[in-house]
């Protein structure tokens, strides 16, 4: 049984700072890609940010040059640094692992940016 676990959010200002991180546990094996999506109330699920295991990303553009997403050599840990945060960037973050066969996803983690 594989679980993902996200750690890192809460509330910031606007133009702040918060560091996102997953972690598996469990007994997975060739993942292919690790990325992080998020939903906002009202709105459907949408990409953040993708990691292959060969170290190429993919981020949206309404995050591009602001969030930067990194993998640990050998391990089944994401990050996901967020900077110059935006209200607009208000959801729950949530972490997925894509292996050959599997989507795993965590439980979600709360970003608030607000004042």
């Known amino acids: 049984q594989v679980q993902l676990v996200e750690s890192g959010g809460g509330l910031v200002q606007p133009g702040g700072s918060l560091r996102l991180s997953c972690s598996a546990s469990?007994?997975?094996?060739?993942?292919?890609?690790m990325g992080w999506y998020r939903q906002a109330p009202g709105k459907q699920r949408e990409l953040v940010a993708t990691?292959?295991?060969?170290?190429?990303?993919n981020y949206a553009d309404s995050v591009k040059g602001r969030f930067t997403i990194s993998r640990m050599n050998f391990k089944t840990t994401v990050s996901l640094q967020m900077n110059s945060l935006k209200p607009e960037d208000t959801a729950v973050y949530y972490c997925?692992?894509?292996?050959?066969?599997?989507?795993?996803w965590g439980q979600g983690t709360q970003v608030t940016v607000s004042s």
């Open positions: 997925n692992h894509r292996t050959g066969s599997n989507d795993y």
């Open positions: 469990g007994n997975i094996f060739s993942i292919y890609a």
């Open positions: 990691i292959t295991s060969g170290g190429r990303t």
